[in-house]
């Protein structure tokens, strides 16, 4: 990806920057799980435009995960 055809919809994000996150979608929703901030992450976020992201939830019972894989299943 060399960013020719990335188009910005929004000027700030509502999470930190971070990289090795986990992205997948699920229903009519993007997901951004996880990543690198310094130090391991455990936040998800969701959108459904690509512009408005709410945070859904802290990961739990688990460490936090960076460098992760998601898989979803129907």
């Known amino acids: 990806c060399n960013g020719d055809f990335l188009e910005r919809l929004s000027a700030s ?3 930190s ?3 090795s996150q986990a992205m997948t979608t ?3 929703k993007i997901f951004m799980i996880g990543g690198f901030t310094g130090a391991a992450n455990s936040q998800i976020y969701s ?3 690509g512009i408005s992201w709410t945070l ?3 990961i ?3 460490p936090a995960r ?3 894989s998601l ?3 129907e």
């Open 66 to 68: 960076w460098g992760a």
């Open 60 to 62: 739990t019972g688990t």
């Open 13 to 15: 994000s509502a999470w």
């Open 26 to 28: 699920y229903g009519d």
């Open 56 to 58: 859904e939830t802290l």
């Open 71 to 73: 898989l979803e299943l």
């Open 17 to 19: 920057a971070r990289d």
């Open 47 to 49: 959108t459904t435009d």
